[in-house]
Every structure is written in structure tokens, then in C-alpha cells.
């Protein structure tokens, strides 16, 4: 068994982690500095220069097929570089990335949404949830009804990441009632912004924050369905398949810094003549970090293997993302403790973080829906104990 990255790895992790310490990293001051003064942290024109420049030194499109000029790169390499970016906390990622379902769609598509949305031209937002449907995504109630040529559509979507700013939607509805959504009763639509919903900003505990669309009577057109009618349910599990080892990936890169500031604050910080790092309650808090990091660690990346294995990837990445999200959580909390009053302050970004990371037990799928796959699986003998070891 080896647990090694080969050669090809580790220079492309490296140059991702050496990318992210010179050009992102040195933004961090300013960025908190701004998010104090309650503006925006980073600018999307900043965002944009700072992603062309990453373009030169190779990343652009992790996942994109590089038919459309794209790194296309394995999952475990994806997720390597997920950890990379989590170790800023300035809220980067690389460019030349479409929604992975945006992929299924028809040359007329994909020179109006999906190029476009490559290029950095155009922004996306992927709508499933609706007040009334979130972790039970199949009971959404948001309808389109077939008008000619066209689909007439109705309804809410909400906490939708993006929304405020995308120039299009891909919004999931039902066309079928008596079907339900899981058995083919829901389908995919592109909507442009100008055909006429419109969205509102939902402050959060987070920096940014996600949307609410409304949906009058918005006229689309039949071809702007992405896929088949009906496979909108299909799509959309596929969408959100994808952040179950990405988000894990991204709290391990935050973990880690986190308990690296944990680690010298407590090499430096004296209280009763000594350093706190001497004592055992701050020792252990680190211990445990560490231990709970390492095991979070090899989960997402078997998570990932498992995806490039070309095997079933959802009982594992349920485990990457349960286990994953909570550990963050649990570190950033302990580096909050060990910081004492400072961590408390916005002058560091562990108060930040500690708002940031609460989301990760919440959204692509709560804790409690990953642990309602897991167990499932189990209970009905869909995966056996032990994994692919077994
Ligand atoms: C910042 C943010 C960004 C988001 N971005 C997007 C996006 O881009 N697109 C999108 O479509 N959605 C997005 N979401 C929505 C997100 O996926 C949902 O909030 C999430 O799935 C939970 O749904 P809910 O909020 O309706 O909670 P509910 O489903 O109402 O759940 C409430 C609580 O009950 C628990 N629960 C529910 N059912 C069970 C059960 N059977 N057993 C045990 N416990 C249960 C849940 O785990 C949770 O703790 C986002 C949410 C947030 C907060």
C-alpha cells in the first residue's frame, strides 16, 4: 500500500501552493481590513485578474474537459489543489470552471451558457432548494408548464449561491406532478436573467451570501432545457455529488493553517511565566486537531480515488463530507480557544473562518442527510463494511 502522491502530483500541488503563497496570500491583510469596514472583500475585477494570472502558470479548469481548454485533472488532483486554496482564507478559486451538469449541453447552448461561463464572461447559479424543499430536494413544488414552443415558470428557489450576481440560472422544476420529481417529473432549464426573475440577497453568517429568485410567469424556450425532460432530479444529484469531496477538500487546506497559527501561538504565548503550549490542555487540543485532520485527510482522498476508480464515489464522499465538515468545525473552534480573546477579534481570521466553516455541516447536504445516506447504504446492504478493502 502506498500512501505517497507521485512525482506529477506533488509538482502540481507544489506549484498550486506556491501560486496561492505569492499572489493570494499577500491579499489577506487588505481583505480583512475591507470585511472590517463592511465592503466587499474581494472585487470580482480582482478575482478575475488574479485567476488570468494563474491562467499562466497553467491552472484554468480544474475539472473542464480540455476539449473546451481545461487542466481536466483527476479527482484526487482536484482535490490536492482544493486543499491548496483553503489555505487562504481570501475567498479565490481557479477560473476556466463551469457547473459540471452545464457539460450535457447542445451546441446552441454551449455557445450561449456553457463557453461563455468557461471564458469568465458569463456567471451561473444552480437553483434546486425551495422554502418549502431543501434536504427532501425531491418535494420541490416550483413548476414549469409546457406553452406551445415554449415553458411558462412559477415558484421560489432560495439560498441559492451566486444568485445575486449570476446572469443565468440553471433551475430545477417539475414538469411532471404525477411523476415526482425522482421518477422523472423534474427537468433542468437555463433561464437568462433578462427573461425576467428577478432575485433578492439573504444576509448570512457568512461574508457574501446566497439568493432568493422569483419566478412570475418567466417565458423560456423548449430549447433551453439542459439534458432530457424529465432528468432534471438526475442532473441535479450530479451537481451536487461534486462538492462532496471538494468542500472537504477545501476545510482540510483551512484546518491545517488554522492549527498552524494554533501551533506557534502556542510556542510563543506565556501566561504564569510559561509558555501555554507547556500545558496539557492546550497540548491535547492540538493532538486531537491533528489526529481528527489526518483521518479527515485520507477519507476525502479515497473519496476522490474512488471517483477516478470509476466506482460508485456516494458512500464514501457522504463520509468525506460528514466527517470532513465536522472536523473544520471542531478545529477552528479549539484554534479560536487556544488564541484566547485575539481569536475572538477580527483582527485574525479565525473568527472568520468559524463563521465560514459552520456552512459546511449545512449546505450540498446537511450532516444528518450524509449520515442518513451512510446508514442506509448499510442497513440495506447497498455497501459492505470495510469498503473496497472488504
Ligand atoms: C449559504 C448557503 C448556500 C447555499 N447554496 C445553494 C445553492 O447554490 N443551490 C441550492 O439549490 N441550494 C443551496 N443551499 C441550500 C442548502 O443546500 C439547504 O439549505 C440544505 O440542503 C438544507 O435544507 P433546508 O435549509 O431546507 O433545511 P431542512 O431540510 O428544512 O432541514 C432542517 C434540519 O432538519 C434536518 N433534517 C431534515 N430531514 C431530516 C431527516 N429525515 N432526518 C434527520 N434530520 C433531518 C436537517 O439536516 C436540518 O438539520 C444553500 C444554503 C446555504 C445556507
Excluded at 489526518?294 to 471517483?307: D, M, N, Y
Aim: proline share 4%.
Amino acid at each position: 500500500m502506498d500512501f505517497g502522491l507521485s512525482d506529477e502530483e506533488r509538482a502540481i500541488r507544489d506549484t498550486a501552493r506556491d501560486f496561492i503563497t505569492r499572489e493570494v496570500m499577500p491579499l489577506e491583510q487588505e481583505l480583512l481590513r475591507r470585511e472590517r469596514a463592511h465592503q466587499p472583500g474581494l472585487e470580482p475585477s480582482e478575482l478575475r485578474e488574479l485567476q488570468l494570472k494563474a491562467k499562466k502558470f497553467g491552472f484554468w479548469g480544474l475539472a473542464t474537459p480540455q476539449e473546451y481548454g481545461g487542466m481536466d485533472l483527476p479527482a484526487v488532483m482536484q482535490s490536492l489543489i482544493w486543499t491548496e486554496i483553503g489555505r487562504t482564507f481570501v475567498p479565490f478559486r481557479f477560473g476556466g470552471e463551469a457547473d459540471n451538469i452545464l457539460f450535457y449541453a447542445t451546441e446552441e447552448q454551449r455557445q450561449e451558457f456553457l463557453l461563455p461561463t468557461i471564458a469568465g464572461d458569463r456567471n451561473s447559479c444552480f437553483a434546486i432548494t425551495e422554502p418549502g424543499a431543501g434536504s427532501d430536494a425531491a418535494n420541490i413544488r416550483f413548476r414549469a408548464r409546457r406553452d406551445g414552443d415554449d415553458w411558462i415558470l412559477n415558484g421560489e428557489k432560495t439560498f441559492i449561491t451566486g444568485g445575486n450576481e449570476a446572469d443565468f440560472a440553471i433551475v430545477i422544476a417539475v414538469t411532471d406532478p404525477e411523476r415526482g420529481a425522482r421518477n422523472g417529473g423534474a427537468t433542468a432549464f437555463l433561464v437568462d436573467r433578462s427573461m425576467g426573475w428577478r432575485s433578492e440577497f439573504i444576509p448570512t453568517m457568512g461574508e457574501g451570501g446566497p439568493a432568493s429568485l422569483f419566478f412570475d410567469d418567466v417565458r423560456v424556450p423548449h430549447r433551453n432545457i439542459l439534458g432530457e425532460v424529465g432528468q432534471g432530479f438526475t442532473l441535479a444529484m450530479q451537481w451536487i455529488g461534486k462538492g462532496r469531496y471538494t468542500i472537504p477538500s477545501h476545510a482540510v487546506g483551512i484546518a491545517e493553517r488554522a492549527l498552524r497559527m494554533a501551533i506557534d501561538h502556542a510556542n510563543t504565548r506565556e501566561t504564569f511565566g510559561t509558555k501555554i503550549g507547556t500545558n496539557q490542555a492546550i497540548q491535547w487540543m492540538i493532538a486531537d486537531s491533528e489526529t481528527e485532520l489526518e483521518a479527515a485527510r485520507w477519507l476525502i482522498l479515497r473519496a476522490a480515488w474512488t471517483v477516478d476508480a470509476g466506482l460508485d464515489p456516494r458512500h464514501a464522499s457522504s463520509m468525506a463530507k460528514l466527517y470532513g465538515a465536522g472536523m473544520v468545525n471542531r478545529v477552528v473552534d479549539r484554534v479560536m480557544q487556544i488564541h484566547g480573546g485575539m481569536g475572538y477579534t477580527r483582527e485574525l481570521p479565525i473568527e472568520r473562518w468559524y463563521r465560514q466553516v459552520r456552512l459546511y455541516r449545512i449546505f450540498e447536504g446537511t450532516d444528518e442527510m450524509q449520515r442518513l445516506i451512510i446508514s442506509r447504504d448499510l442497513l440495506r446492504g447497498y455497501t459492505k463494511l470495510g469498503g473496497h478493502l472488504g
